[in-house]
């Protein structure tokens, strides 16, 4: 078995522990009480986005990346230590998470979250067995920056937190995230792929082409949804 199998199948058996303790690492509060399983399902989503996110954060060089998009060496066959190893978590929490979504939730409600599970899983699963596009996949780990404050978000309504400061303020830097970390993640990766079309194997790019055209519309309209919901009220 290659070693970033074994790392997704640890990863996935370490996340389903973690599911399965967090009732009583964090217990629910009475509000939450009546969606138990969906408690546990944030507290797990928002420990890998801390994991996941912190890690892409200190793994990327700015002058590396971002200054020289045009250089595909440094997102195709190189990347930072442990980078591999991280994306291979990230692969093992997802799989994870589209089980505990699919046992525990109705497909009407889960499926748009199932669907990007699918993509995640395909891009990040070709980087781990192909050890290429590493560096591209920490790029987008960048994306779960954002996460962080999104289950934030999720926890502070289960726990029905709504108007208080604490909401408020995550709510704006959940926004000021998405922009930066999301969206401005996601262009850069569109960018990227176009100016290194030619750098790039035809099923390699067609992948990343497509996840980038299913990504960008869903994370545009989540946008929308959290400016409504928190701001246009």
Request: aromatic share 12%.
């Amino acid at each position: 078995f290659s070693p970033g199998l074994l790392v997704v199948a640890g990863s996935f058996a370490a996340f389903r522990l973690l599911n399965r303790g967090l009732e009583r690492l964090v217990p629910p509060p009475p509000s939450a009480r009546r969606n138990r399983w969906k408690w546990r399902n944030i507290w797990t989503s928002l420990a890998h986005s801390v994991l996941s996110g912190g890690g892409a954060l200190a793994g990327l060089s700015p002058r590396r990346f971002y200054l020289h998009p045009e250089m595909s060496n440094d997102l195709v066959g190189t990347h930072p230590p442990g980078a591999h190893s991280l994306v291979a978590v990230s692969v093992g929490y997802f799989i994870e998470d589209f089980v505990d979504m699919l046992c525990n939730q109705k497909l009407h409600q889960s499926w748009e979250l199932l669907f990007h599970h699918s993509v995640v899983i395909i891009c990040f699963g070709i980087a781990v067995l192909l050890h290429q596009y590493v560096g591209f996949a920490l790029v987008a780990l960048l994306v779960e920056i954002n996460s962080i404050f999104l289950h934030l978000r999720q926890i502070l309504l289960m726990a029905n937190l709504v108007h208080t400061p604490c909401y408020r303020l995550n709510s704006l830097v959940n926004l000021g995230t998405y922009v930066v970390f999301r969206m401005a993640t996601l262009a850069w990766m569109s960018r990227w792929l176009f100016l290194n079309r030619h750098n790039v194997p035809p099923a390699a790019y067609a992948v990343g082409t497509a996840g980038m055209a299913i990504m960008t519309p869903m994370n545009i309209i989540l946008f929308y949804r959290l400016l409504r919901s928190d701001f246009l009220k």
